[in-house]
């Protein structure tokens, strides 16, 4: 697909095919009066000025705001059944321990694999309208080969039906079903479940809920080594609930991420920053079970690239929207503007390991990217909770496109 985008009022975009960290997280490329030319679905120029005058369809910006497409490197987006009942216990005042996943479990395990496709699509679509263009998702609500697999398959299809990147990500080592001694269902993650994922090609990465009341960092070392194994790269939800020493399994494993970190300590923070594990913050759970922030600030100064994600899952977090997630990350996490989209886009690209294809708009990367209701970055995180995005363009060709605007040039 060709392509002419002109009109840009900002193109605002960080440079680069890995992770940014420290000072330079924050600084993004700005470019007044822009526009980006798209060969066979890449970018293959972007310029300020005058466009060229080319033989292909032309899109105008009508002097908006454009960016990367946003990619959410952490979600649960296939599930069954809500938690709604469990979401207003806490607003009457109970805590969240994560024993709710097993409600889900039982959802997963009584829908099929076409059920569970029909559920995600309407979420995945929302979160293209919100300007998600790539986006993982993580089995572990099936907890045995059988409804593990339904998941990753189910995931597997979404990514074909639907004009968003798909990642997908084995959590078989979620949390502990009822039915097995902890021992026996570690040896089933590894001895089963982590062969047949691999051999149908179904997973890119593997994932290990590690942390007080789950596995531990012996039992998440393990399963993440034998998944490394087979050919999956390792990354691990750490220290969300305490401070188990997951960071520091990350940094000795080479992850390529430590997820939510609420409890990170100093050390875990200079092990993550020397390895160069990407930290991946996702407020949204914060806000929602109002708990502690991450302390992304300190990540930042300690050298480890942040990146966002949306957590979306049915217990700690419905929300998917990357731009509210965004709107947090610079009201409670103190990042700036420039640092949240960076965190949204290019770092976040480098956690699903996809930073050579997108999260920058710069030649040579598929174009990927978002025409705002806005004309300046500011105006993402300030406008809280609104829809901004006017055309959402995945590898060059409109994947959404808002009624009322019109991007046809004059
Ligand atoms: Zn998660």
Excluded at 51 to 60: A, I, K, S, V
Excluded at 146 to 156: Q, S, T, V
Aim: charge should be negative; glycine fraction near 10%; hydrophobic fraction near 45%.
């Amino acid at each position: 697909m060709d392509l002419l985008i002109q009109g840009i009022g900002q193109l605002v975009t960080p440079l680069g095919k890995g992770p940014l960290s420290g000072s330079d997280q924050g600084r993004l490329q700005v470019l007044d009066d822009a526009y980006i030319v798209v060969r066979e679905g890449r970018i293959a120029e972007v310029g300020q000025g005058s466009p060229p005058r080319l033989p292909c369809p032309t899109m105008d910006a009508q002097g908006r705001l454009v960016t990367p497409g946003l990619v959410d490197p952490h979600t649960h987006a296939v599930f069954a059944g809500t938690r709604v009942a469990e979401f207003l216990a806490r607003t009457r005042g109970d805590r969240y321990t994560g024993g709710g996943i097993l409600t889900t479990v039982a959802a997963v395990r009584a829908a099929s694999e076409d059920e569970l496709v029909e559920l995600a699509r309407p979420r995945l679509l929302r979160m293209l309208q919100e300007g998600t263009t790539t986006v993982e998702i993580k089995s572990g609500y099936g907890l045995t080969t059988e409804d593990e697999l339904k998941m990753l398959r189910a995931i597997r299809r979404l990514s074909e039906a639907l004009p968003l990147t798909v990642v997908p990500t084995f959590l078989g080592a979620h949390a502990f079903p009822g039915e097995l001694p902890r021992e026996e269902y570690i040896e089933l993650v590894v001895e089963e479940m982590l062969p047949q994922v691999a051999k149908e090609g179904l997973a890119r990465f593997c994932d290990v809920f590690c942390d007080r009341g789950f596995f531990t960092v012996e039992e998440a070392r393990l399963v993440l080594t034998r998944g490394r194994e087979h050919g999956l790269s390792p990354k691990l939800h750490a220290d969300e609930l305490a401070d188990v020493g997951a960071a520091g399994l990350a940094a000795e494993l080479k992850a390529v991420s430590a997820d939510h970190l609420l409890h990170v300590s100093d050390r875990g923070m200079e092990k993550l920053a020397e390895a160069g594990v990407v930290g991946v913050l996702l407020p949204g759970t914060a806000f929602v079970l109002s708990e502690p922030y991450p302390p992304a600030r300190r990540l930042i100064q300690a050298g480890v690239p942040v990146a966002l994600g949306t957590d979306f899952n049915p217990g700690s977090c419905p929300i998917s929207s990357l731009p509210l997630v965004m709107s947090l990350a610079v009201l409670r996490l103190g990042l700036s503007p420039e640092e949240a989209l960076c965190a949204a886009t290019l770092n976040a690209a480098a956690v699903v390991g996809l930073a050579e294809e997108v999260g920058s708009l710069e030649p040579g990367k598929l174009a990927d990217l978002v025409i705002w209701d806005a004309h300046e970055l500011g105006e993402l995180p300030y406008f809280i909770g609104h829809r901004l995005a006017l055309v959402v363009v995945k590898a060059g060709e409109v994947a959404w496109r808002t009624s009322g605007f019109s991007p046809t040039p004059s």
